[in-house]
């Protein structure tokens, strides 16, 4: 039975962990360095991985940013700092001396989600609403990552052409007004300066009426989303997660907004079930199965 060391590289923290059999055997995390110097993140890494690395056989690596043979690169390289085309599956290799294989985090997740989806599937899209917005594709029971490793990231097509600004430098992008952030940014003209997207979203739930406007068009452009996908995909099943995603009655919300299209428009609609984890299984599972 092989061990797996996976890695999940996020903007925040990265998390390793030994992986057996698809069960976390043992699981560490350090804080992602906020320098965005390369050579703080390796020595992150190393620091992170080495004393894992002995019981493990093979490395497998989810990472945000889009992993474009196995260097991490971004739509909007400022966004990375320093870190854009930083050579994250070269590194990592380097330090554990093992077989080393990268995608990106969306993509690892989408995969967790296919396989444990109950009812089978051959098309399936994970979306997650949380800081940002992502996703990954399935399509033909195989993960699609594409050539540059760019696939899935369906965040960023249009929602509203005259919205905000996307970090990706496309105005109106269905994460300038569907997530987290936008969220937020939406909410500093009625709360407080500075106030958070969970801030807003609870004032959701109390009832107010300015918070309500911004997630339901966070919640419409969404349901919009799933429904460009499934037209132009076939999906059978859409997967919604991130803490937006799954903040309570969210996903109610989408439905009711995709079920106001036709039925063509309106593939499967459930919550991810995978967790803080998925990248991490997900990932691993992938590269049982690909390499
Ligand atoms: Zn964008």
């Excluded at 098309?123 to 696939?151: E, H, Q, W, Y």
């Excluded at 509203?160 to 500093?188: F, K, L, Q, T, W």
Aim: proline share 4%; net charge negative.
């Amino acid at each position: 039975m092989k061990t797996y060391l996976a890695v999940d590289l996020g903007g925040t923290k990265i998390a390793a962990a030994l992986i057996r059999n698809n069960t976390i055997v043992r699981r560490e995390q350090i804080e992602t360095p906020s320098s965005q110097s390369p050579a703080a993140l390796s020595d992150a890494l190393k620091a992170l991985l080495l004393p894992l690395s002995h019981e493990a056989d093979s490395v497998a690596i989810a990472s945000t940013g889009i992993i474009d043979n196995g260097a991490l690169t971004a739509l909007n390289p400022d966004n990375l700092g320093g870190l854009n085309n930083y050579p994250l599956q070269d590194v990592v290799a380097d330090i554990t001396g093992l077989e080393t294989v990268a995608i990106n985090d969306a993509q690892a997740a989408a995969w967790a989600e296919y396989k444990a989806l109950c009812q089978p599937a051959e098309n399936m899209a994970f979306i997650t609403v949380s800081t940002g917005v992502g996703a990954g594709l399935v399509i033909d029971g195989k993960l699609l990552a594409g050539p540059r490793g760019v696939a899935g990231h369906a965040g960023h097509m249009l929602a509203d052409p005259n919205g905000p600004m996307c970090g990706c430098g496309r105005r109106g992008c269905v994460e300038s007004v569907a997530s987290g952030r936008a969220i937020a940014r939406a909410g500093e003209a009625y709360f407080a300066a500075g106030c958070s997207g969970y801030a807003v979203y609870q004032q959701f739930l109390a009832g107010d009426e300015n918070a309500e406007a911004i997630i339901h068009r966070s919640a419409k452009a969404i349901a919009n989303l799933i429904a460009d996908l499934t037209i132009s995909l076939d999906l059978d099943v859409v997967t919604l997660g991130g803490s937006v995603g799954l903040a309570e009655n969210y996903l109610d919300l989408v439905q009711s907004y995709l079920s106001q299209l036709p039925a063509i428009y309106q593939p499967r609609l459930i919550p991810a079930v995978t967790g803080a984890d998925a990248g991490l299984i997900g990932v691993t599972r992938w590269a049982e199965a690909n390499t």
